[in-house]
């Protein structure tokens, strides 16, 4: 069971911690929701966050991947007689 708890002007969520182990909400930032007469709790979800870095990091230490030319300007074929 959650509580309302003052917090100056406005109201906070007391959370047992037992259920922020369980949905996993520990240090995440939160989105809230109204959802049929109720609230929606849950960490936001940023899947790609950090990749942008990550690649730049990657092309300084390593550089920009050498293109293989050779299978870009291959002629295409079609082999009519494979069966899948």
Known sequence: MA???KIGNSRGIRIPKLLIEQAHLEGQ???LEVLNGGLFIAPINEPRKGWAESINTLLACHGE???DSEWLDAELT???ESEW
């Open 65 to 67: 991947e050498v293109i």
């Open 78 to 80: 079609v082999d009519d």
């Open 3 to 5: 509580y309302l708890v």
């Open 29 to 31: 930032e939160l989105k």
